[in-house]
Nanobody, 119 residues
Framework: QVQLVESGGGLVQPGGSLRLSCAAS????????MGWYRRAPGKERELVAS???????NYADSVKGRFTISRDNAKNTVYLQMNTLKPEDTAVYYCHAEGRVVYRPFDSWGQGTQVTVSS
């Protein structure tokens, strides 16, 4: 079983910044893609950003130029630097990772961390 533990959410004013972290633990052989999703009130969950094991990234159009995803493979950790935050970024942010543990693949989600952008 692979566990993902997120941290870094909170309340921030519009235009501010936050950095989310997500650490994976367990009998991990390999992590392929890691990413961040979010679910705003009344909306479906959406991809925010993802990153492969080789560092290729993908972003939702709504966050391009404002958010940066990165990962530390040695620490099995993924980060999301969020700048110039807007009220519409308010959501629960979920970390996701997929890869392999011994003998089988895994696909895991974090518990979610609340990000609120408000004055």
């Amino acid at each position: 079983q692979v566990q993902l533990v997120e941290s870094g959410g909170g309340l921030v004013q519009p235009g501010g910044s936050l950095r989310l972290s997500c650490a994976a633990s367990g009998s991990i052989s390999r992590i392929n893609a890691m990413g961040w999703y979010r679910r705003a009130p009344g909306k479906e969950r959406e991809l925010v950003a993802s990153i492969t094991s080789t560092g290729s990234t993908n972003y939702a159009d709504s966050v391009k130029g404002r958010f940066t995803i990165s990962r530390d493979n040695a620490k099995n950790t993924v980060y999301l630097q969020m700048n110039t935050l807007k009220p519409e970024d308010t959501a629960v942010y979920y970390c996701h990772a997929e890869g392999r543990v011994v003998y089988r693949p895994f696909d895991s989600w974090g518990q979610g961390t609340q990000v609120t952008v408000s004055s």
